[in-house]
Antibody, heavy 123, light 110 residues
Framework: QVQLQESGPGLGKPSETLSLTCTVSGYSISSGYYWAWIRQPPGKGLEWIGSIYHTGSTYYNPSLKSRVTISVDTSKNQFSLKLSSVTAADTAVYYC????????????????WGKGTTVTVSS | QSVLTQPPSASGTPGQRVTISCSGSSSNIGSNTVNWYQQLPGTAPKLLIYTDDQRPSGVPDRFSGSKSGTSASLAISGLQSEDEADYYCAAWDDSLNGYVFGTGTKVTVL
């Protein structure tokens, strides 16, 4: 079955760039679907960060767009998140997920999730 | 701040029916389908309902979703102790050109 696993440093310093990778197993990213990053600050709700289509098209949360880059590496069956100029407010559990979607996003949902990785931003 | 509004909490005794509302607007729920996610304590979210009222394989039929206009609802009938979790609605927002989650509702089984 399809599985997703997040990886990356658990600790980062303010003003640095946070880099996370999601490794997909059981499905080839190049075959389709959108691939998303979602985060959850401690004790708070879910926030969509952005999504990338297997062709490389990207969609970002407007509130994070200036600091976010999501990319895909089909050769490694991975997709990645880079978040620049981080602050303590970026401390969260970061999830990667697969998204099924229509071309106009009439339907769009995350059907497979990774277990999440905790990132703490602190000096 | 989320564009989809949910009550912070809901509760019921075992066997009761609990309903959670999700209020949005014409650019999200009014234009696109709604999904619901269940997040058990300390775990990743899990897809519970998709495209307004469809259940993924393995989700009990005690869970049901509905939508009317710019609002959606999740109903849990025959509430069980293992249903104690946080529940989030979500949908694509055409104005933001992005995916939005609801504020989340914590369900407690009394």
């Amino acid at each position: 079955q399809v599985q997703l696993q997040e990886s990356g440093p658990g600790l980062g310093k303010p003003s640095e760039t946070l880099s996370l990778t999601c490794t997909v197993s059981g499905y080839s990213i190049s075959s389709g679907y959108y691939w998303a990053w979602i985060r959850q600050p401690p004790g708070k709700g879910l926030e969509w960060i952005g999504s990338i289509y297997h062709t490389g098209s990207t969609y970002y949360n407007p509130s994070l767009k200036s600091r976010v880059t999501i990319s895909v590496d089909t050769s490694k069956n991975q997709f990645s998140l880079k978040l620049s100029s981080v602050t303590a407010a970026d401390t969260a559990v970061y999830y990667c997920a697969r998204s099924d979607s229509s071309s106009n996003f009439y339907y769009h949902y995350m059907d497979v999730w990774g277990k999440g990785t905790t990132v703490t931003v602190s000096s | 701040q989320s564009v989809l509004t949910q009550p912070p909490s809901a509760s019921g005794t075992p066997g009761q029916r609990v309903t959670i509302s999700c209020s949005g607007s014409s650019s999200n729920i009014g234009s696109n389908t709604v999904n619901w996610y269940q997040q058990l304590p300390g775990t990743a979210p899990k897809l519970l309902i998709y495209t307004d009222d469809q259940r993924p394989s393995g989700v009990p039929d005690r869970f049901s979703g509905s939508k009317s206009g710019t609002s959606a609802s999740l109903a849990i009938s025959g509430l069980q102790s293992e249903d104690e979790a946080d529940y989030y609605c979500a949908a694509w927002d055409d104005s933001l050109n992005g995916y939005v989650f609801g504020t989340g509702t914590k369900v407690t089984v009394l």
